[in-house]
């Protein structure tokens, strides 16, 4: 499994190359820029012909999926991109993990037919699985497959550091039960003493990677009996730190699991079964997947409207792709400004990032964002996009890397994902509409960060926070520490991380973590596909929504080996669910409104006073929140 944090796909990617962004032309003696624009003129040339000549079933599949194919099969193709990378995964068997969308269940033992094997099937016909490469073409001309598409990545929020004296401590003293710096720096333990709550009587469930230890942490009086959703244990062991915080701060709460990582669409069955099948009065979950819309509630948010509108509180990570306000943001969001000057080989208009009199078709990317994957949204309904919008990573030597150039015609997705080399540097990402209408746009390089380079300025913005976790109902946290500061700079050169109040308390001074993802959230179509605001899809469209909500304690102790401290919106969102876990079990009839504005209400403001784009309302207390719900003490 390849993983960028934890990443749901298969196999490693084939390099057949390695390709970079810039412009160059060849002469006798040519000069460096003009050999870039060779370089790029080729490239891109290249990679639009195969858009322009593509079979009916390659237009159901990603752009990827056929630039694969065809350099496998062509090495004409190969000689003029020797620099590029599709990012699929083949696997030594020749095969490759896919989504496939059909229209019935028919398709599930077609893949099996030709050689496949299912990993996952829905009743309305959505499929993953690991297809071999050369049975691509009949999957896809099949009358009832609507795409197929490399399997959706997914990540959780833990942000990985260095080893620290904490760690080591902790591996000394593995006989002695670890207990999360959040619960004295959110006040929860003295809460539990002076109102009384422990937990009881509420069910809190965790969806995330998986619970490879949960016997161990059970042996250890780590953690009670958990229920686990039959056939949904997973991989990995973040849902079993996770679950230990929630038991730290709220010792009484039933506790329940179910992994998030077989695929998107499993994600959201298991939303709703843990509900149902479960019976979770509070769910909580750090993972995201890359194809999420920033736009619209698809399909894992429409999961969590479902739970929430049944009285479910439903937590979610804010996630770790910086902020603007600590410069650390790798998200760029706009209306589309058609550049005045051309990259050469393009058929379509490159995006000008820059709302200056100057022109500027790049955005360069930070020797942080190798390896990350970059995804491009643009303001059309999911499913139904009829305009055509590219994606392009090139090197500093003009060499296209990467890409992402799905046609769009009317009933595809407003969505391209490239992934950025993991050696080299120079990178730079270009936009390009193809064809169709302007539309406000969404780039995003996942934990990386858009950089000044050379005459290249930094564009970024605020807002990266999407999905489900900036669902209306759900509750989006952002992360402070609790204790020690995170131990490794988030890029070269970058100042010190902050430190949390424990054994205090948090307070007004606190800080949040440098990584924390931002808000605000623009929205231009409800669930359904109908525009909020018809005719208007540009930046004065739409609706905003105030993500994220609230801000709770990471870089606290866990026993689980690898979250030695667990640093991340990851480790946020549970202490943040064990807190209203506490709320319920002392006020079992409280709505999921009193709730929110219990919580909401008594957070301590951090940062600018009210509202903030990276903290929300602020960091939520246990002793202030149970009070403001009214909570007798004992």
């Given at each position: 499994?390849?993983r960028?944090?934890?990443v ?6 084939l ?18 820029v003009?050999a ?15 858009k322009?000549?593509l079979?009916p ?6 752009s990827?999926?056929?630039?694969e ?14 620099e ?10 020749g095969?490759?993990?896919?989504d496939i ?9 077609a ?11 829905t009743?309305d ?6 297809l ?5 073409d ?8 609507v ?16 080893r620290?004296a ?14 999360s ?12 003493a002076?109102?009384g ?7 809190v ?9 949960l016997?161990k942490?059970q042996?250890?009086?780590e953690l009670p ?17 996770m ?5 730290d ?20 069955a298991n939303?709703?079964?843990?509900r149902t099948t479960?019976k ?9 997947y ?17 739970v ?10 804010a996630?770790?792709s ?13 209306d ?5 000057t051309?990259i ?7 995006h000008?990032f820059?709302p ?10 930070s020797?942080?964002?190798?390896g ?6 643009w303001?059309?309904p999911w ?12 090197n ?15 009933s595809?997705?407003?969505y ?5 080399p993991?050696t ?29 380079s050379g ?22 946290v ?24 424990y054994?205090g308390?948090?307070?007004a ?5 440098r990584?924390?993802s ?31 909500d609230i ?13 030695q401290?667990?640093f ?13 876990a506490?709320?319920l ?7 999921p ?8 209400s ?14 929300g309302?602020?960091v ?15």
């Amino acid at each position: 499994m390849v993983r960028f944090s934890r990443v749901a796909a298969h196999a490693v990617p084939l390099t057949v190359g390695t390709l970079l962004l810039t412009t160059g032309v060849a002469a006798a003696q040519p000069s460096t820029v003009d050999a870039a624009t060779a370089r790029t003129e080729a490239g891109i040339s290249a990679l639009q012909s195969i858009k322009q000549s593509l079979s009916p079933a390659e237009r159901k599949q990603s752009s990827q999926l056929v630039v694969e194919k065809r350099l496998r099969a062509d090495r004409s193709l190969a000689a003029k991109l020797p620099e590029y990378r599709s990012g699929v995964g083949v696997s030594s068997t020749g095969t490759v993990a896919v989504d496939i969308s059909s229209r019935d269940q028919g398709v599930a033992n077609a893949v099996k037919a030709a050689g496949g094997t299912v990993r996952f099937a829905t009743p309305d016909g959505a499929v993953r699985a690991d297809l071999p490469l050369s049975a691509l073409d009949a999957i896809a001309g099949r009358a009832d497959v609507v795409e197929v598409k490399p399997a959706a990545q997914a990540t959780t929020w833990r942000e990985p550091g260095n080893r620290d004296a904490r760690q080591s401590v902790a591996a000394q003293a593995a006989a002695a039960t670890q207990v999360s710096e959040g619960d004295k720096a959110h006040g929860a333990d003295a809460a539990r003493a002076t109102y009384g709550v422990s937990g009881a009587g509420t069910k809190v469930c965790v969806l995330s990677d998986g619970v490879d230890s949960l016997a161990k942490s059970q042996g250890a009086g780590e953690l009670p009996a958990v229920d686990v959703l039959s056939g949904q244990k997973g991989s990995g062991d973040e849902g079993t730190a996770m679950l230990e915080i929630i038991h730290d701060l709220a010792p009484n709460a039933t506790l329940g699991f179910a992994t998030a990582f077989t695929s998107e669409a499993s994600f959201a069955a298991n939303i709703r079964a843990l509900r149902t099948t479960g019976k979770c009065r509070i769910i909580v979950d750090d993972v995201s997947y890359f194809d999420e819309s920033p736009f619209q509630d698809t399909q894992v948010a429409q999961a969590v409207n479902d739970v929430t509108a049944a009285g479910v509180l439903y937590f979610s990570s804010a996630g770790n792709s910086g902020n603007v306000t600590d410069g650390t943001s790798g998200y760029y969001e706009g209306d589309f400004r058609a550049s005045s000057t051309k990259i050469s080989g393009v058929t379509g208009t490159p995006h000008d990032f820059d709302p200056s009199s100057t022109t500027q078709n790049f955005d360069a990317l930070s020797a942080g964002s190798l390896g990350k994957p970059v995804t491009l949204f643009w303001s059309d309904p999911w499913g139904r996009s009829a305009n055509d919008y590219d994606l392009f990573i090139l090197n500093s030597a003009g060499s296209v890397v990467a890409s992402s150039e799905n046609a769009q015609s009317g009933s595809q997705n407003p969505y391209e994902i490239a992934n950025v080399p993991a050696t080299g540097s120079g990178y730079k990402v270009a936009v390009v509409k193809y064809s169709g209408a302007d539309r406000f746009l969404a780039l995003n390089v996942i934990r990386g960060r858009f950089v000044a380079s050379g005459s290249l300025k930094a564009f970024s913005t605020n807002g990266v926070t999407n999905g489900h976790s900036a669902a209306a109902a759900a509750f989006s946290v952002a992360a402070a520490p609790a204790a020690g500061a995170f131990s490794r700079p988030l890029e070269t050169g970058d100042p010190a991380n902050p430190a949390g109040p424990y054994p205090g308390l948090f307070t007004a001074s606190s800080k949040w973590e440098r990584f924390s993802s931002d808000g605000k959230r623009r929205l231009f179509y409800n669930a359904d596909g109908t525009a909020i605001t018809p005719g208007n899809v540009s930046s004065t469209g739409g609706t905003v929504r105030s993500k994220p909500d609230i801000t709770a304690a990471d870089g606290v102790a866990t026993s689980v080996t690898g979250f030695q401290p667990f640093f991340g919106t990851s480790a946020a969102a549970p202490h943040a669910a064990a807190i209203a876990a506490l709320l319920l079990s002392g006020k079992p009839a409280a709505t999921p409104a009193q709730i929110r504005s219990a919580l909401v209400s008594s957070a301590i403001d951090l940062g600018a006073p009210g509202f903030d784009t990276v903290t929300g309302t602020g960091v939520i207390m246990a002793g202030p929140a149970l009070a403001a719900l009214g909570v007798p003490a004992k």
